[in-house]
């Protein structure tokens, strides 16, 4: 192997391990906020409830928004790419 392929392995390798750290010590901080949700929204009235699920939903529409034209403008360039390439 070549000096730069050794590289691109052990970044690759670095930054798994750091994604994989980041995902051992991520778990008990989610799992703790949605228990506390959970039982707030348990002991809401129902309007309550229901506007909790409409604010979920609000904040969730506009990452999942940004998140489908991120995939589908990287799609294209991709597309685009493999095109010129050829």
Known sequence: MDCGNTMKL???FLAAFVFLCGLCA???AFS?????CSSYVEASSKGGQRAVNKGVLLLLLPTAGFMSGGL??????????DLEQS
């Open 10 to 12: 052990h970044t690759a």
């Open 26 to 28: 991520v778990p008990p």
């Open 32 to 36: 703790q906020g949605c228990t506390l």
């Open 72 to 81: 589908a403008l990287a799609y294209r360039y991709s597309r685009k790419r």
